[in-house]
């Protein structure tokens, strides 16, 4: 597994309109989501991309911090895992998923790929951006006003 410069991933929050936003690219959604009238919410929706379950094998070693003694953990339950996305938009029949990402970890790849899978299995339509730049937002933009 790579491991990633905490400067790197490390992102600037900012507030706007009263709502703290994890970072400046966020924001930026934010305003050029209002300044053109698109109707979103903000972190409003959660989905499961796996059900919480108990583990009924062995499964031996440290916490999940590298700390403790290595021993048993198995036979416990495991907590489901969930998505939520930056910016959700439903507009009559169609539906969009934007994520913004300066720089997209392991983690956040593994769980857009179980998103994505969901989104498979559920047969849902759904439009997904991921801008990592400004100008993403952008385009961005523009995309979903040719769609809505």
Do not use: W
Not at 44 to 67: P, Q, V, W
Not at 92 to 119: C, H, Q, V, W
């Amino acid at each position: 597994m790579a491991k990633y410069d905490r400067r790197l991933i490390k992102s600037k929050k900012i507030t706007i309109d009263g709502i703290n936003f994890s970072s400046r690219l966020e924001g930026t959604m934010y305003k050029l989501l209002k300044e053109n009238n698109i109707n979103f919410k903000y972190e409003s929706e959660s989905y499961t991309l796996s059900d919480s379950f108990i583990f009924n094998n062995n499964y031996h070693a440290r916490l999940s911090s590298g700390k403790g003694d290595y021993i048993n953990r198995g036979f416990k339950k495991v907590n489901d895992m969930s998505y939520k996305p930056d910016f959700v938009i439903r507009h009559n029949d169609y539906y969009a998923i934007i994520e913004t990402k300066g720089l997209p970890t392991e983690p956040y790849n593994m769980r857009m790929k179980l998103f994505k899978s969901m989104l498979n299995r559920q047969n849902i339509k759904c439009d997904i951006y991921v801008p990592q730049t400004n100008l993403e937002c952008v385009e961005t933009i523009k995309l979903i006003l040719e769609r809505i």
